[in-house]
Protein backbone atom coordinates (compact mmCIF):
# COMPACT_ATOMS: atom_id res chain seq x y z
CA UNK A 1 0.00 0.00 0.00
CA UNK A 2 1.43 3.43 -1.37
CA UNK A 3 4.13 2.15 -3.50
CA UNK A 4 4.40 4.13 -6.53
CA UNK A 5 3.55 3.18 -10.10
CA UNK A 6 5.96 5.71 -11.21
CA UNK A 7 9.53 5.46 -13.40
CA UNK A 8 11.12 5.46 -9.51
CA UNK A 9 13.07 2.40 -8.59
CA UNK A 10 14.54 3.24 -5.39
CA UNK A 11 17.94 4.64 -4.48
CA UNK A 12 21.14 2.30 -5.49
CA UNK A 13 23.49 1.14 -3.49
CA UNK A 14 26.31 3.72 -3.07
CA UNK A 15 24.28 6.58 -4.16
CA UNK A 16 23.72 9.72 -1.66
CA UNK A 17 20.24 9.41 -1.19
CA UNK A 18 20.90 5.35 -0.25
CA UNK A 19 23.76 6.41 2.50
CA UNK A 20 21.52 8.88 4.12
CA UNK A 21 18.61 6.36 4.47
CA UNK A 22 20.59 3.89 5.56
CA UNK A 23 22.18 6.42 8.33
CA UNK A 24 18.82 7.73 9.29
CA UNK A 25 16.94 4.65 9.67
CA UNK A 26 20.06 3.65 12.13
CA UNK A 27 19.39 6.79 13.97
CA UNK A 28 15.88 6.15 14.19
CA UNK A 29 16.67 2.73 15.11
CA UNK A 30 18.61 3.88 18.32
CA UNK A 31 16.50 6.57 19.39
CA UNK A 32 13.27 4.11 19.44
CA UNK A 33 15.07 1.06 20.99
CA UNK A 34 17.51 2.89 23.48
CA UNK A 35 13.98 4.10 25.44
CA UNK A 36 12.30 0.73 24.54
CA UNK A 37 14.64 -1.32 26.50
CA UNK A 38 16.71 1.30 29.03
CA UNK A 39 14.39 0.10 31.67
CA UNK A 40 15.65 -3.44 31.18
CA UNK A 41 18.95 -3.21 32.01
CA UNK A 42 17.79 -1.74 35.30
CA UNK A 43 15.16 -3.88 36.46
CA UNK A 44 17.10 -5.19 39.58
CA UNK A 45 17.35 -2.17 40.92
CA UNK A 46 14.15 -0.32 39.97
CA UNK A 47 11.84 -3.93 41.51
CA UNK A 48 14.18 -3.20 44.78
CA UNK A 49 13.58 0.81 44.72
CA UNK A 50 9.64 0.26 44.16
CA UNK A 51 9.33 -2.91 45.96
CA UNK A 52 8.12 -5.69 43.23
CA UNK A 53 9.66 -8.99 42.33
CA UNK A 54 11.17 -9.70 39.10
CA UNK A 55 8.10 -11.04 36.97
CA UNK A 56 6.29 -7.70 38.46
CA UNK A 57 8.86 -5.64 37.30
CA UNK A 58 9.28 -7.07 33.86
CA UNK A 59 6.01 -5.18 33.38
CA UNK A 60 7.90 -1.85 32.67
CA UNK A 61 9.30 -3.93 29.83
CA UNK A 62 5.80 -5.92 28.68
CA UNK A 63 3.88 -2.35 28.81
CA UNK A 64 6.18 -0.67 26.74
CA UNK A 65 6.71 -3.63 24.26
CA UNK A 66 2.92 -3.84 24.52
CA UNK A 67 1.75 -0.42 23.63
CA UNK A 68 3.99 -0.28 20.94
CA UNK A 69 2.44 -3.55 19.29
CA UNK A 70 -1.18 -1.82 20.11
CA UNK A 71 0.43 1.33 18.00
CA UNK A 72 1.66 -0.30 15.17
CA UNK A 73 -1.55 -0.59 12.85
CA UNK A 74 -2.72 3.36 14.00
CA UNK A 75 0.33 4.17 13.01
CA UNK A 76 0.52 2.28 10.07
CA UNK A 77 -3.15 3.83 8.46
CA UNK A 78 -1.24 7.19 9.54
CA UNK A 79 1.79 6.26 7.14
CA UNK A 80 -0.33 5.87 3.93
CA UNK A 81 -2.16 9.25 4.42
CA UNK A 82 0.92 11.55 5.59
CA UNK A 83 3.81 9.36 4.39
CA UNK A 84 6.60 7.34 5.86
CA UNK A 85 8.51 10.03 6.81
CA UNK A 86 6.29 11.95 8.39
CA UNK A 87 4.48 9.76 10.31
CA UNK A 88 8.06 8.70 11.43
CA UNK A 89 9.35 12.17 12.30
CA UNK A 90 6.06 12.39 14.48
CA UNK A 91 6.53 9.35 16.40
CA UNK A 92 10.31 9.58 17.74
CA UNK A 93 8.95 13.00 18.65
CA UNK A 94 6.59 12.07 21.24
CA UNK A 95 8.54 9.16 22.43
CA UNK A 96 11.39 11.20 22.67
CA UNK A 97 9.50 13.82 25.24
CA UNK A 98 7.79 10.86 26.88
CA UNK A 99 11.12 9.32 27.51
CA UNK A 100 12.06 12.63 29.51
CA UNK A 101 9.15 12.56 31.30
CA UNK A 102 9.50 8.85 32.80
CA UNK A 103 12.33 9.59 35.09
CA UNK A 104 9.66 11.37 37.31
CA UNK A 105 7.13 9.05 38.17
CA UNK A 106 6.70 8.46 41.73
CA UNK A 107 5.05 4.96 41.58
CA UNK A 108 5.54 1.91 39.68
CA UNK A 109 1.68 1.58 38.54
CA UNK A 110 2.02 5.41 36.94
CA UNK A 111 5.37 4.02 35.47
CA UNK A 112 4.05 1.44 33.95
CA UNK A 113 1.02 3.49 32.37
CA UNK A 114 3.72 6.04 31.09
CA UNK A 115 5.34 3.45 30.08
CA UNK A 116 2.45 2.23 27.24
CA UNK A 117 1.79 5.52 26.15
CA UNK A 118 5.29 5.41 24.90
CA UNK A 119 5.94 2.61 23.64
CA UNK A 120 2.75 3.27 21.46
CA UNK A 121 4.78 6.27 20.38
CA UNK A 122 7.49 4.22 19.56
CA UNK A 123 5.25 2.05 17.40
CA UNK A 124 5.41 4.87 14.50
CA UNK A 125 9.23 3.71 13.72
CA UNK A 126 8.98 -0.37 13.06
CA UNK A 127 5.61 -0.25 11.70
CA UNK A 128 6.65 2.19 9.02
CA UNK A 129 10.64 1.74 8.58
CA UNK A 130 10.46 -1.17 6.21
CA UNK A 131 8.26 -0.26 4.23
CA UNK A 132 9.81 2.98 3.73
CA UNK A 133 12.98 1.19 2.80
CA UNK A 134 10.71 -0.83 0.14
CA UNK A 135 9.65 2.21 -1.56
CA UNK A 136 12.69 4.61 -1.30
CA UNK A 137 15.46 1.54 -1.89
CA UNK A 138 15.91 -0.65 -5.03
CA UNK A 139 14.66 -3.94 -4.43
CA UNK A 140 18.00 -5.37 -5.27
CA UNK A 141 19.65 -4.12 -2.34
CA UNK A 142 16.22 -4.20 0.14
CA UNK A 143 17.64 -6.94 1.70
CA UNK A 144 21.27 -5.56 2.92
CA UNK A 145 19.59 -2.68 3.72
CA UNK A 146 16.93 -3.76 6.27
CA UNK A 147 19.80 -5.50 7.87
CA UNK A 148 21.55 -2.12 8.32
CA UNK A 149 18.36 -0.50 9.62
CA UNK A 150 17.94 -4.22 12.29
CA UNK A 151 21.70 -3.14 13.31
CA UNK A 152 20.51 0.38 14.57
CA UNK A 153 17.77 -1.63 16.11
CA UNK A 154 20.59 -4.01 17.86
CA UNK A 155 22.63 -0.41 18.56
CA UNK A 156 19.70 1.46 20.26
CA UNK A 157 19.12 -1.83 22.87
CA UNK A 158 22.80 -1.63 23.39
CA UNK A 159 23.08 1.39 24.28
CA UNK A 160 19.89 1.73 26.38
CA UNK A 161 20.91 -1.06 28.67
CA UNK A 162 24.46 -0.28 28.74
CA UNK A 163 24.03 3.47 29.60
CA UNK A 164 21.40 2.91 32.20
CA UNK A 165 22.80 -0.22 34.11
CA UNK A 166 25.81 1.48 35.30
CA UNK A 167 24.34 5.18 36.07
CA UNK A 168 21.52 3.53 38.13
CA UNK A 169 23.90 1.28 40.67
CA UNK A 170 25.37 4.71 41.62
CA UNK A 171 23.07 7.18 41.19
CA UNK A 172 19.77 5.15 40.87
CA UNK A 173 17.73 4.02 37.94
CA UNK A 174 15.55 7.30 36.89
CA UNK A 175 19.12 9.11 36.60
CA UNK A 176 19.97 5.89 34.22
CA UNK A 177 16.97 6.05 32.31
CA UNK A 178 16.97 9.82 31.58
CA UNK A 179 20.36 9.79 30.64
CA UNK A 180 19.30 7.52 28.04
CA UNK A 181 16.28 9.90 26.51
CA UNK A 182 18.41 12.27 26.14
CA UNK A 183 20.79 10.72 23.99
CA UNK A 184 17.94 9.54 21.93
CA UNK A 185 16.86 12.72 21.50
CA UNK A 186 20.24 13.41 20.12
CA UNK A 187 19.59 10.31 17.62
CA UNK A 188 16.32 11.46 16.97
CA UNK A 189 17.74 14.80 15.73
CA UNK A 190 19.92 13.04 13.11
CA UNK A 191 17.28 11.09 11.92
CA UNK A 192 15.08 14.16 11.08
CA UNK A 193 17.91 15.76 9.65
CA UNK A 194 18.79 13.28 6.80
CA UNK A 195 16.03 11.03 6.09
CA UNK A 196 15.27 12.17 2.73
CA UNK A 197 11.77 13.00 1.72
CA UNK A 198 9.78 10.44 -0.10
CA UNK A 199 9.66 9.51 -3.78
CA UNK A 200 8.38 5.89 -4.04
CA UNK A 201 5.02 6.71 -2.18
CA UNK A 202 1.48 7.83 -2.75
CA UNK A 203 -0.99 8.70 -0.39
CA UNK A 204 -3.57 6.46 0.16
CA UNK A 205 -7.18 7.70 1.66
CA UNK A 206 -7.44 6.15 5.31
CA UNK A 207 -10.31 3.49 4.55
CA UNK A 208 -11.52 0.25 6.80
CA UNK A 209 -13.77 -1.24 5.10
CA UNK A 210 -14.17 -1.98 0.78
CA UNK A 211 -11.30 -4.04 -1.30
CA UNK A 212 -8.72 -1.46 -0.08
CA UNK A 213 -9.84 -1.19 3.52
CA UNK A 214 -7.77 -1.58 6.24
CA UNK A 215 -9.58 -4.90 7.00
CA UNK A 216 -9.30 -6.51 4.06
CA UNK A 217 -5.53 -5.86 4.00
CA UNK A 218 -5.15 -7.48 6.95
CA UNK A 219 -7.50 -9.61 6.25
CA UNK A 220 -5.24 -10.69 3.14
CA UNK A 221 -1.93 -10.60 5.12
CA UNK A 222 -3.17 -13.00 7.66
CA UNK A 223 -4.80 -15.56 5.47
CA UNK A 224 -1.46 -16.67 3.96
CA UNK A 225 0.22 -19.11 5.95
CA UNK A 226 3.73 -17.79 4.86
CA UNK A 227 3.32 -14.27 6.14
CA UNK A 228 1.27 -16.12 9.19
CA UNK A 229 4.33 -18.22 9.70
CA UNK A 230 6.76 -15.01 9.32
CA UNK A 231 4.98 -13.29 12.33
CA UNK A 232 4.90 -16.08 14.41
CA UNK A 233 8.90 -16.49 14.13
CA UNK A 234 8.48 -12.85 15.82
CA UNK A 235 6.08 -13.49 18.11
CA UNK A 236 8.31 -16.42 19.40
CA UNK A 237 12.01 -15.52 18.83
CA UNK A 238 11.32 -11.98 20.15
CA UNK A 239 9.46 -13.73 23.17
CA UNK A 240 12.67 -15.90 24.31
CA UNK A 241 14.93 -13.26 23.41
CA UNK A 242 13.33 -10.56 25.25
CA UNK A 243 12.66 -13.19 28.35
CA UNK A 244 16.44 -14.50 28.70
CA UNK A 245 17.38 -10.55 29.06
CA UNK A 246 14.47 -9.64 31.51
CA UNK A 247 16.07 -12.30 33.84
CA UNK A 248 19.23 -12.86 33.30
CA UNK A 249 20.01 -9.93 35.58
CA UNK A 250 18.31 -11.90 37.91
CA UNK A 251 19.92 -15.02 37.48
CA UNK A 252 23.47 -13.33 37.61
CA UNK A 253 22.60 -10.86 40.64
CA UNK A 254 22.02 -14.49 42.95
CA UNK A 255 23.36 -17.23 44.11
CA UNK A 256 25.85 -18.26 42.64
CA UNK A 257 27.08 -15.25 41.11
CA UNK A 258 26.72 -12.37 42.92
CA UNK A 259 27.82 -9.80 40.07
CA UNK A 260 26.75 -6.34 40.41
CA UNK A 261 24.42 -4.58 38.20
CA UNK A 262 27.09 -2.28 37.16
CA UNK A 263 29.11 -5.47 35.58
CA UNK A 264 26.08 -7.16 33.98
CA UNK A 265 25.52 -4.60 31.79
CA UNK A 266 28.66 -5.11 30.03
CA UNK A 267 27.23 -8.30 29.01
CA UNK A 268 24.47 -6.47 27.09
CA UNK A 269 27.67 -5.75 24.72
CA UNK A 270 26.56 -9.02 23.24
CA UNK A 271 24.16 -6.92 21.30
CA UNK A 272 27.02 -5.85 19.35
CA UNK A 273 26.98 -9.78 18.39
CA UNK A 274 23.40 -8.64 16.84
CA UNK A 275 24.41 -5.27 15.16
CA UNK A 276 26.84 -7.90 12.93
CA UNK A 277 24.94 -10.49 12.68
CA UNK A 278 21.97 -8.70 11.28
CA UNK A 279 23.52 -6.84 8.92
CA UNK A 280 25.75 -10.21 7.65
CA UNK A 281 22.28 -12.09 7.42
CA UNK A 282 21.06 -9.64 4.64
CA UNK A 283 23.72 -10.73 2.23
CA UNK A 284 23.53 -14.11 3.52
CA UNK A 285 20.07 -14.10 2.77
CA UNK A 286 20.67 -12.90 -0.84
CA UNK A 287 23.33 -15.34 -1.80
CA UNK A 288 21.77 -18.46 -0.68
CA UNK A 289 18.07 -17.70 0.51
CA UNK A 290 15.58 -16.36 3.29
CA UNK A 291 14.76 -19.69 4.53
CA UNK A 292 17.80 -21.62 4.92
CA UNK A 293 19.34 -18.58 6.46
CA UNK A 294 16.48 -18.18 8.97
CA UNK A 295 16.15 -21.71 10.25
CA UNK A 296 19.88 -21.72 10.88
CA UNK A 297 19.59 -18.45 12.90
CA UNK A 298 17.03 -20.11 14.95
CA UNK A 299 19.46 -23.26 15.50
CA UNK A 300 22.08 -20.76 16.42
CA UNK A 301 19.59 -18.77 19.28
CA UNK A 302 19.27 -22.10 20.35
CA UNK A 303 22.70 -23.91 21.01
CA UNK A 304 23.81 -20.16 22.73
CA UNK A 305 20.62 -20.41 25.26
CA UNK A 306 21.58 -24.07 26.21
CA UNK A 307 24.84 -22.53 27.17
CA UNK A 308 23.94 -20.06 29.37
CA UNK A 309 22.45 -23.08 31.06
CA UNK A 310 25.68 -23.51 32.42
CA UNK A 311 26.63 -22.81 35.97
CA UNK A 312 30.03 -20.83 34.70
CA UNK A 313 30.31 -17.39 33.88
CA UNK A 314 32.41 -17.60 31.01
CA UNK A 315 29.86 -20.16 29.24
CA UNK A 316 27.05 -18.01 30.13
CA UNK A 317 29.06 -14.72 28.35
CA UNK A 318 29.73 -16.93 25.22
CA UNK A 319 26.11 -18.19 25.39
CA UNK A 320 24.49 -14.71 25.18
CA UNK A 321 26.79 -13.61 22.17
CA UNK A 322 25.87 -16.58 20.39
CA UNK A 323 21.92 -16.08 21.26
CA UNK A 324 21.77 -12.90 19.93
CA UNK A 325 23.61 -12.82 17.12
CA UNK A 326 21.29 -15.76 16.09
CA UNK A 327 18.04 -13.77 17.22
CA UNK A 328 18.89 -10.22 15.02
CA UNK A 329 20.07 -12.29 12.15
CA UNK A 330 16.99 -14.73 12.61
CA UNK A 331 14.64 -11.27 13.00
CA UNK A 332 16.72 -9.23 10.19
CA UNK A 333 15.48 -12.20 7.48
CA UNK A 334 12.05 -12.59 8.90
CA UNK A 335 11.18 -8.84 9.18
CA UNK A 336 12.76 -8.05 5.48
CA UNK A 337 10.71 -10.91 4.01
CA UNK A 338 7.35 -9.47 5.07
CA UNK A 339 7.27 -7.19 2.46
CA UNK A 340 8.66 -9.16 -0.13
CA UNK A 341 5.85 -11.67 0.48
CA UNK A 342 2.84 -8.87 0.77
CA UNK A 343 1.10 -8.45 -2.53
CA UNK A 344 -1.04 -5.97 -1.14
CA UNK A 345 -0.77 -3.65 1.87
CA UNK A 346 3.05 -3.36 2.69
CA UNK A 347 2.22 -1.01 5.68
CA UNK A 348 -0.19 -3.53 7.59
CA UNK A 349 2.03 -6.57 6.26
CA UNK A 350 5.01 -4.75 8.36
CA UNK A 351 3.03 -3.46 11.22
CA UNK A 352 1.02 -7.45 11.35
CA UNK A 353 4.93 -8.50 11.97
CA UNK A 354 5.58 -5.65 14.58
CA UNK A 355 2.18 -6.09 16.61
CA UNK A 356 3.12 -10.09 16.49
CA UNK A 357 6.42 -9.65 17.32
CA UNK A 358 6.02 -7.00 20.19
CA UNK A 359 3.34 -8.79 21.99
CA UNK A 360 5.56 -12.09 21.54
CA UNK A 361 7.67 -9.87 23.88
CA UNK A 362 5.17 -8.49 26.54
CA UNK A 363 3.13 -11.52 26.64
CA UNK A 364 6.23 -14.22 26.63
CA UNK A 365 8.69 -11.54 28.04
CA UNK A 366 6.26 -11.44 31.36
CA UNK A 367 4.95 -15.15 31.15
CA UNK A 368 8.85 -16.85 31.71
CA UNK A 369 9.12 -14.87 34.55
CA UNK A 370 6.58 -17.33 36.19
CA UNK A 371 8.98 -20.42 35.26
CA UNK A 372 12.07 -18.47 36.16
CA UNK A 373 10.27 -17.62 39.71
CA UNK A 374 9.42 -21.49 40.39
CA UNK A 375 12.53 -23.08 38.82
CA UNK A 376 15.19 -20.60 39.29
CA UNK A 377 17.33 -20.26 35.22
CA UNK A 378 16.67 -23.77 33.99
CA UNK A 379 12.92 -23.76 33.92
CA UNK A 380 13.24 -19.64 32.57
CA UNK A 381 15.47 -22.14 29.89
CA UNK A 382 13.22 -25.12 29.21
CA UNK A 383 10.71 -22.75 28.63
CA UNK A 384 12.35 -20.47 26.37
CA UNK A 385 13.71 -23.76 24.05
CA UNK A 386 10.44 -25.08 23.32
CA UNK A 387 9.55 -21.56 22.23
CA UNK A 388 12.34 -21.89 19.54
CA UNK A 389 11.80 -25.20 18.48
CA UNK A 390 8.54 -24.46 17.99
CA UNK A 391 9.54 -21.92 15.34
CA UNK A 392 12.20 -23.94 14.00
CA UNK A 393 9.28 -26.84 13.14
CA UNK A 394 6.63 -23.83 11.43
CA UNK A 395 9.55 -21.87 9.72
CA UNK A 396 10.40 -25.87 7.86
CA UNK A 397 6.78 -26.43 7.47
CA UNK A 398 5.37 -23.46 6.04
CA UNK A 399 8.08 -21.22 4.67
CA UNK A 400 8.96 -21.10 0.88
CA UNK A 401 12.23 -22.22 -0.42
CA UNK A 402 13.61 -18.55 -1.19
CA UNK A 403 15.46 -18.16 -4.00
CA UNK A 404 19.02 -16.93 -3.76
CA UNK A 405 19.25 -13.38 -4.89
CA UNK A 406 15.87 -12.22 -4.14
CA UNK A 407 15.46 -8.68 -3.32
CA UNK A 408 12.74 -6.98 -0.94
CA UNK A 409 9.89 -6.85 -3.55
CA UNK A 410 8.27 -9.87 -5.47
CA UNK A 411 5.22 -9.38 -8.00
Known sequence: MGSSVSAWEGYDRGSSGYRRILVALLCAGVATFAQLYSVQGVLPIMAADLHVDAARSALAVSAATMGLAVGVIPWSLVSDRWGRRR???????????????????????????????????????????????????????????????????????????????????????????????????????????????????????????????????????????????????????????????????????????HVPQSVISVLFLAYLSGTWSSAKAGGLAIRRGRKPVLIGSALIMLAGLLLTAVPWLPAIVVGLLVFTAGFFAAHSVANGWVPALATEGRAQASSLYTLLYYGGSSVLGYAVGVPFTAAGWNGAVLCIVGLIAAAVVLAVVFLPRARAGEGVRVG
Do not use: K
Open 87 to 257: AMVAAVSAATCLGVVMGVMPTFESLVALRFVEGMALGGIPAVAMAYLSEEVNPRYGALAAGTYISGTSLGGLSGRIVAAPLADFFGWRVGTTVVALIAAVAAVVFIVLAPRQRGFTPQPVRLTGEQGLFAHLWINLRDPRLFTLYLQGFLLMGGFVAVYNYIGFHLGGEPF
